[in-house]
């Protein structure tokens, strides 16, 4: 159940991708409606022409509205667990003007708590440049610890675990800013870090000698084709190492066509200064995250920690470029837990 505050359903077309951010419909449509409040859900109408796929565009079309009017779809099952558990995620994305002008990278922020994918959209959700991502990481973590030890009512002594998902290695002076300020306001509590990378840019690969493929029929070919062959299941996992391990999460059936390849497995890496280190429980909380994107009903290929945080990036990056846009509108939405960036 859900309390709707209002949405205003925006139409597009495919051609608008080509324009710059601040003459593109959509993002100045995302901006009026976002000064006032109103969340914005948009479909393009090539989408809703289109006679192939069209059920699956509406479901996700459904799914995503859902959520910004404050619902909540799903959650992850998970165990009862007995520590306080926050995880932070950090994604990239660059924008520019057009594509051949100069490109500026934004980081995004994003918190999901106690482990289930319960999503704090409000006081932890922001972007920056990358120059000044550190100390939005700290604004960002402070608003988060507050907000979940108030809302939880913490006792003292309780334990705590915060998970960082990063898109890059944190160096040692972020890793030390981080702790230093969990340090000073929790200093009631035991505190554990796990500061996990996660990349698909590795020289890795896993295959799967028994997978045949999957059958299906291809409407470029106009006859059946085979994809995903010696692809491993979505889920496999394979430790590398005390602290390196690589994650499949897409396999032979999540791959859309025969010429997309071999599908890469993502590469978790926990840096030597985790004090939880607990490395089979981190992939699978991380597996069980690509599970939880409200933007469609299928998997990701990454968990939502870093997709979530690199679509606030990138809508936030192109919001800037829109005339009049004042970042403090996201102040203005009347239900905190609304998922505006889907």
């Not at 505050?5 to 051609?15: F, N």
Request: aromatic content about 10%; glycine content about 8%.
């Amino acid at each position: 159940m859900c309390e709707i505050s209002g949405l205003a359903l925006v139409q597009v077309r495919e051609a608008h991708k080509q324009r710059s951010a601040g003459l593109n419909p959509y993002f100045v449509a995302k901006a009026r409606f976002m000064r006032a409040g109103v969340p914005v859900q948009a479909v393009r109408l090539e989408t809703v022409e289109a006679n192939r796929g069209r059920a699956y565009s509406l479901n996700n079309l459904a799914l995503a509205t859902y959520a910004k009017i404050g619902g909540v779809p799903w959650v992850i099952s998970t165990r009862g667990v007995a520590t306080h558990e926050l995880v932070i995620g950090i994604g990239c994305t660059e924008v520019g003007s057009s594509r051949l002008g100069e490109r500026t990278r934004y980081v995004g922020i994003t918190t999901l708590f106690q482990g289930d994918g319960r999503y704090l959209v409000w006081e932890t959700t922001r972007e920056a440049t990358f120059d000044d991502y550190p100390e939005a990481l700290l604004a960002s973590l402070r608003k988060s610890l507050r907000f979940v030890r108030d809302q939880n009512r913490w006792e003292q002594g309780d334990p705590v675990r915060l998970i960082f998902h990063v898109y890059k290695p944190l160096k040692r002076i972020e890793i030390e800013a981080a702790k230093g300020l969990v340090d000073d306001m929790l200093k009631d509590h035991p505190v554990e870090f796990a500061f996990l990378d996660l990349s698909h840019q590795h020289p890795f690969q896993i295959f799967d000698s028994a997978q045949g493929g999957v059958e299906y029929w291809s409407h470029d070919l106009r006859r059946k084709a085979t994809k995903g062959i010696y692809a491993p299941g979505r889920g496999t996992a394979m430790l590398l190492g005390p602290r390196t391990a690589l994650l499949q999460l897409v396999g032979a059936r999540e791959v859309k066509t025969w010429d997309q390849g071999m599908p890469r497995p993502l590469l978790l890496e926990l840096h030597r200064d985790s004090d939880f280190a607990d490395l089979t429980y981190l992939v699978r909380q991380a597996y069980h995250f690509s599970f939880m994107s409200w933007r469609s009903f299928f998997p990701s290929d990454e968990p939502v920690t870093i997709l979530y945080s690199r679509w606030i990036a990138n809508l936030l990056a192109n919001l800037r470029a829109v005339p009049d846009w004042d970042g403090s509108a996201l102040s203005q939405m009347r239900d905190r837990r609304a998922m505006w960036f889907l």
